[in-house]
């Protein structure tokens, strides 16, 4: 199958095959064509990238509409027969690979996220995504039917096991949830996989500190402002779990984070949580703050889920470049400056936020280098030192994607 006329297409083209090594050819050439189209066009809509693209190649619309849509079609619903489906399953060790092969070489520590988002009252997405400054990655996702009911465990047991065999296991890794996620099998799953539960739950329940005989209530833990806890505890009458409890009240926050892990309480650090708001972003990002995915006419989980490979691997381009970018941005001249200056006084009792997203920033760059014929951005990763103190990462501070 041949690309056509761009030597920007053609350049990408060949580094999706390159780091897609299970597809065939055709399969990494349209998503190849697909991710281009969504990052250069900020839609994942298929008239948009059809449009976008056949102005591009030189083709037809209609010709190229029908190859984006075949891509993702199950292989009965193709027009040409001994065509096959994707297995977007498949992808999800690749996806973690191309984005570990980018990965700093001296640094083995990932920060993991695992949420679900809904579009409407039609899909509910579980996604695992990497979390990296500010924005989020996905790299193993389910999507279902938002309205029939069902367990979402066997679908969370299944996307870990796609993944849990890629990373090294000489790297330490933590895996970020939300209270609504939290279950004594999910945090099993994770340290089945060698990885490091960090699991915020609720206020209701008792807990025991190790060596103790007590049962004290979880709401009675850090009911001020500035509190923090750890200890080695069997949390939960019900159901225990022996772990280790995590609690911490920063100002800002109307309640206190409880977070439950496997490390030890002198190597666990609360702060290291605020990085799951990250995946927020993720989401925002794939809607209303990039792609535009909520205005998809899909109405197919399968066919939604292949879509989302697309979405991924343009997400994937946007952030590394535009992270690389954010990693050499110029320190603030701030101490140069007179003490009586404005921007000290305007800086005072502040927190640091970036004034533009990675993920917008990528964009920004990456279309640059094509105006310019400039060699298309590839990207790379470079991690920021992992929070310590207070919080400071606000999903309010770090979702520019539309500025």
């Not at 999706?16 to 969504?38: C, D, Y």
């Not at 343009?314 to 952030?319: P, Y």
């Amino acid at each position: 199958m041949q690309v056509g006329k761009s030597e920007e297409l053609r350049e990408w083209t060949r580094k999706v095959i390159e780091k897609m090594p299970n597809l065939t050819k055709p399969q990494a050439v349209v998503l190849a064509m697909w991710t281009f189209g969504i990052v250069m066009t900020q839609s994942s809509g298929l008239t948009t990238v059809s449009v976008f693209l056949a102005e591009l190649l030189g083709k037809k619309e209609n010709t190229i509409r029908q190859q984006l849509r075949e891509w993702y079609r199950d292989a009965e619903d193709k027009t040409k027969t001994g065509r096959t489906s994707l297995d977007v399953t498949s992808c999800f060790s690749p996806l973690l690979s191309w984005i570990l092969s980018l990965w700093p070489k001296g640094e083995k520590r990932l920060a993991l996220a695992a949420d679900a988002s809904t579009l409407s009252d039609r899909f509910t997405v579980l996604a695992i995504s990497i979390v990296y400054r500010g924005c989020g990655i996905p790299i193993a996702w389910k999507i279902v039917e938002a309205t029939i009911p069902g367990s979402w465990k066997p679908h969370w047991e299944e996307l870990f096991r796609h993944i849990d065999k890629t990373v090294p296991p000489d790297w330490f890794v933590i895996v970020t949830t939300d209270r609504g996620l939290y279950a004594e099998w999910l945090y099993q799953q994770i340290l089945n996989c060698g990885w490091h539960p960090f699991m915020r739950i609720n206020l209701q329940g008792q807990f025991q500190i190790k060596g103790t005989v007590s049962w004290l209530p979880l709401n009675t833990l850090v009911r001020e402002v500035g509190q923090s806890f750890e200890s080695l505890v069997t949390c939960f009458k019900s159901n225990p779990i022996e772990c280790t409890l995590l609690a911490r009240h920063d100002e800002g926050y109307a309640e206190p984070w409880l977070i439950l892990t496997d490390l030890q309480p002198e190597v666990a650090d609360a702060c290291w949580y605020s990085m799951r708001s990250w995946i927020e972003c993720l989401f925002k990002d794939g809607k209303r703050g990039g792609f535009a995915w909520h205005q998809t006419k899909m109405t197919d989980t399968k066919r939604a889920e292949r879509h989302w490979l697309a979405i991924a691997i343009a997400t994937l381009w946007q952030v590394s470049v535009g992270g690389a970018i954010d990693a050499n941005l110029p320190i603030s001249s701030l101490d140069e400056l007179p003490q009586t200056h404005v921007a000290r006084r305007n800086l005072k009792n502040s927190v640091f936020h970036r004034c533009l997203s990675c993920f917008r920033r990528g964009f920004l760059v990456i279309k640059a280098a094509v105006l310019n014929r400039l060699p298309l951005p590839q990207g790379s990763f470079f991690p920021e030192p992992w929070p310590s103190l207070t919080p400071q990462l606000h999903v309010s501070q770090i979702t520019l994607s539309t500025a």
